[in-house]
């Protein structure tokens, strides 16, 4: 049953990241293939605030998730002269510095012996060490994400996201100020998967760097391509299916040594089909371009 | 009430456009014509603030405009429409509108993310102006399709009508009846005067001199980025300048 609730907690976890993403790759339309990164920042910087300086969890998650918001911040500059292609590669390369600086500055991140013994959220002196506390934690999480980026989305504001999806050029012609929406997005984002990732930390109690390597950004952008771009019960759909199907294979009884080869191939066959069939989704209604 | 003076622009050390001045005074329909490459997309561009002149100057009311940031310039009163038809494909008909419209703060980050009272009170507002302007333009049936699923003719009436949301001072119009139905077309040329009759300014390309005969009070011929020829549509017509560069040995 731990094993079940465990998996839940992971998905959920992923449903943020995939919300989040789904912000800035679905809705606004920008080419953001980086996403773990901020996840990655969330995560160091509320397990070293804690580890180091003995500061609670909660503040370390708001630490964590505003100084991934200052990284999107950064990142979106970029965006703002990049476009498509390019603009994947300069986020691209973004999850690949975070990366490394998380790997090589070994004096600070411990590089890949990584960092034991993160401490859990406690409220009221009651520590959410066990997993069904830690579920509902990460499910009220998740509820938080999805209320923000629909009411985000649900509005004369997020129709201007959509418009820059559609077509920036003509977004500017209709006087919208199209970098200001795209800074505001990454922000958002980024601060979402900021808190994602620090959520992942002090459950699991263990980061290095290998839980955030740009395959996993590829995982998380998997799943809001595979849910439905612009449909955020999509993004939720999209996390659980991809967190749970690898699962089954070891009910097959499959060695974790091609289990986890099979569980990249899946997603790519997946990926396939899906592209084949229903370009915009399973639950999406715009189609990738 | 808009100027262009001494305006210049080079592709690649080809003359786009080539000290050109012109002004557009209020309500007035004015043509921009000239045969293909002659320079009037990019004087478009180059006062909606999509490119920047070498030298030159825009002016919109007094005020230099000259290399502002398109999306200002959109603000400030210039609103356009693209050859190629820029509309938002994958929204519905009236969002696109929508997205024309001004909004208080309504479409405000703050606004959307606490879900005021007053956004959806704008929001309200907002839309049955834009379904006046699609009744307006006359294609309100297609309120809910994407716009993606128009045809030609509806997609430049949409485009139309999505600049009128923007409520500009000048509407800049790239081609609006190219590729259009005689019908069409005429419903366009009935926009346009109506759009004159209520105080507006109209600036519009074609390359077509014929149609524009009836419909422009005055016509600014290009030719090779340069202006070789202003004036009512009369005196255009007997213009020899206009005959030779413009129609070639073929006669009106």
């Known amino acids: ?289 | 009430m808009l100027q262009v003076q001494n305006l210049h622009k080079e592709f690649d050390g080809i003359k786009a456009v080539d000290d050109l001045t012109f002004t557009i005074v209020e309500n007035s329909i004015v043509a921009l014509v000239g045969p293909n490459g002659s320079g009037k997309t990019t004087v478009f561009n180059i006062v909606s603030g999509f490119l920047k002149a070498e030298k030159g100057k825009v002016i919109l009311d007094a005020k230099d405009i000259t290399s502002v940031s398109p999306y200002k310039i959109a603000c400030l009163g210039i609103g356009r429409t693209f050859q190629n038809i820029r509309l938002f494909p994958q929204i519905s008909v009236l969002d696109n509108v929508m997205l024309g419209l001004k909004y208080e703060t309504g479409d405000r980050f703050s606004a959307a993310f606490l879900q005021t009272r007053k956004m959806k009170k704008e929001e309200k507002q907002n839309i049955k102006k834009a379904e006046e302007l699609l009744k307006f333009v006359g294609i309100i049936e297609k309120r809910d399709e994407l716009a993606e699923n128009l045809s030609h003719g509806q997609r430049k009436l949409l485009e139309l009508a999505r600049i009128l949301a923007l409520e500009p001072k000048i509407f800049l119009l790239d081609e609006p009846i190219a590729g259009l139905f005689p019908e069409t077309k005429r419903t366009m040329f009935g926009l346009i005067r109506k759009l004159k009759e209520s105080g507006k300014t109209i600036l519009f390309i074609e390359h077509d001199l014929h149609s524009v005969m009836d419909i422009a009070e005055k016509i600014i011929v290009l030719d090779h980025g340069k202006k070789i020829a202003e004036g009512t549509p009369e005196e255009i017509k007997q213009n020899k300048e206009v005959l030779k560069a413009y129609l070639g040995k073929e006669s009106l």
């Open chain 1, 1 to 289: 049953m731990d094993y079940l609730i465990h998996i839940l907690i992971i998905a959920g976890i992923y449903t943020i990241l995939s919300l989040s993403l789904n912000l800035i790759v679905g809705y606004t339309g920008l080419a953001a293939l980086g996403h773990i990164a901020f996840a990655c920042i969330g995560a160091y910087t509320s397990s070293l605030l804690a580890l180091n300086f003995g500061i609670s969890p909660w503040m370390g998650l708001i630490a964590g998730a505003i100084l991934a918001s200052t990284l999107g911040a950064i990142v979106a500059y970029p965006s703002l002269r990049l476009k498509g292609d390019y603009l994947a590669l300069a986020t691209f390369g973004l999850g690949v510095i975070v990366y490394s600086i998380a790997k090589n500055w070994v004096s600070l991140t411990r590089g890949p012996m990584g960092l034991p013994g993160i401490p859990s959220f406690s409220i009221f002196g009651y520590q959410i060490s066990n997993v069904w506390s830690y579920l509902i934690l990460v499910l009220l999480f998740v509820l938080l994400t999805y209320i923000v980026i629909k009411n985000i989305t649900n509005s004369p504001f997020g129709r201007i996201l959509k418009g820059i999806r559609e077509d920036e050029i003509a977004s500017l012609a209709m006087g919208k100020s199209v970098n200001k929406y795209k800074l505001i997005v990454f922000v958002v984002g980024a601060f979402f998967a900021g808190i994602a990732g620090s959520l992942y930390a002090h459950y699991i109690s263990f980061i290095d760097p290998s839980s955030f390597t740009i395959m996993e950004s590829i995982t998380v952008l998997l799943m809001v391509v595979f849910g439905g771009m612009g449909s955020l019960k999509g993004s939720i759909v999209g996390a659980f299916l991809l967190v749970v199907l690898p699962e089954l294979l070891r009910f097959l009884g499959m060695p974790s040594s091609i289990a986890a080869p099979l569980r990249q191939m899946i997603y790519g066959l997946l990926l396939v089909v899906l592209m084949i069939w229903r370009p915009q989704g399973l639950l999406g209604k715009y189609k990738f371009k």
